[in-house]
């Protein structure tokens, strides 16, 4: 690809995710010069590990379907710059794109799909000991505890349950804690295979208030503690922590993006148009469903895109 220092083009797409990719693909087939920007590929996709809700497709790794999507806009000669955009400002006209690699990018128009950001516990030693027996991605890190004893998952999501299914194939026993008296809401289909798998123990009610280890080998033990039984202490070989994401709201706070007041995340029209004229957004960092899955993050960088191209016939 050539360089990209000072390029002027129709459309910005910041995010390499299922919804970056959806509004590369539509901005390529309405003819938009266009350029993906992000430095994680895939998304949470890419790391989601089995899929078997994307229509089309009875079972898929996520990885694997990310890299379809990605292949697709390539073979469309959209470039995609591997930097994250660290920061935009509105100028008459356009967008001036500042890319964490020094390139500018001046854009008649933005989609913002730069999804979420993983949520950590805040625990002393935490950041230290990633990839030391503590890890916010048991689809990456499963096989590593192949035969060993026990390894702990933290959350009561889908994410929470998935892991543990997955890690109980490789541990001998995984423990789930959560924090509240029953789980947040997973699929039942995944409440089934849950109660089903032998190996896997529920601890409700508990959360992880210390984390116990050496600082060469890392994670050792986990200090579980319960309002009313008190503390305990678990040696575990492993803690994975899938406790949800937060929008990463830096970016559109700067622009002064409008958010939801409850869940951070930008607000939308049906379009997927901000309060900003020609900045628009998509996937997990958007209030426009409830619902955060590949297939509604595809659908709306779809519309985006779409949103994007009228704007642009409407003021060119």
């Known amino acids: 690809m050539e360089n990209s220092n000072n390029k002027s083009i129709d459309l910005l797409i910041a995010g390499q995710g299922a919804a970056g990719y959806a509004a590369g693909l539509y901005a390529a087939r309405y003819q938009m010069k266009t350029v993906i920007v992000g430095q994680e590929f895939g998304g949470?996709?890419?790391?989601?590990?089995?899929?078997?809700?994307?229509?089309?497709?009875?079972?898929?790794?996520?990885?694997?379907?990310?890299?379809?999507?990605?292949?697709?806009?390539?073979?469309?000669?959209?470039?995609?710059?591997?930097?994250?955009?660290?920061?935009?400002?509105?100028?008459?006209?356009?967008?001036?794109?500042?890319?964490?690699?020094?390139?500018?990018i001046y854009a008649k128009s933005v989609i913002l799909a730069i999804g979420r950001e993983r949520r950590k516990l805040g625990l002393k030693n935490e950041e230290e000991w990633i990839g030391k027996g503590i890890s916010y991605c048991s689809t990456c890190d499963a096989p590593l505890y192949k035969n060993k004893d026990m390894a702990i998952?933290?959350?009561?999501?889908?994410?929470?349950?998935?892991?543990?299914?997955?890690?109980?194939?490789?541990?001998?026993?995984?423990?789930?804690?959560?924090?509240?008296?029953?789980?947040?809401?997973?699929?039942?289909?995944?409440?089934?295979?849950?109660?089903?798998?032998?190996?896997?123990?529920?601890?409700l009610n508990n959360t992880v208030v210390e984390?116990?280890?050496?600082?060469?080998?890392?994670?050792?033990?986990v200090k579980?503690?319960?309002?009313?039984?008190?503390?305990?202490?678990?040696?575990?070989?492993?803690?994975?922590?899938?406790a949800g994401a937060d929008p990463r709201i830096e970016i559109p706070k700067k622009l002064n993006i409008k958010l939801d007041s409850q869940t951070n995340e930008i607000i939308v029209d049906k379009d997927q148009r901000t309060?900003?004229?020609?900045?628009?957004?998509?996937?997990?960092?958007?209030n426009s469903s409830n619902l955060k899955q590949t297939i509604t993050a595809a659908s709306q960088g779809a519309i985006a895109a779409l949103s994007s191209y009228n704007f642009l016939m409407e003021t060119s």
């Open 44 to 104: 949470e996709t890419a790391i989601g590990g089995i899929i078997e809700n994307y229509p089309g497709n009875a079972e898929i790794d996520g990885f694997d379907l990310m890299l379809e999507f990605k292949n697709q806009v390539i073979n469309l000669d959209v470039p995609i710059i591997e930097s994250n955009v660290s920061s935009i400002e509105k100028t008459e006209g356009s967008f001036t794109c500042y890319l964490e690699n020094n390139e500018t």
């Open 153 to 203: 998952v933290i959350g009561g999501g889908n994410a929470a349950v998935e892991g543990s299914i997955l890690l109980s194939k490789y541990a001998k026993t995984v423990f789930l804690v959560y924090r509240g008296e029953k789980l947040w809401r997973p699929e039942p289909i995944l409440i089934d295979t849950l109660n089903s798998t032998h190996n896997i123990k529920l601890i």
């Open 224 to 242: 579980l503690e319960n309002e009313f039984k008190g503390e305990k202490i678990f040696a575990t070989h492993g803690l994975m922590i899938e």
């Open 211 to 221: 984390l116990i280890g050496d600082e060469i080998k890392g994670l050792e033990k």
């Open 275 to 286: 309060n900003i004229e020609g900045i628009y957004a998509a996937g997990d960092i958007t």
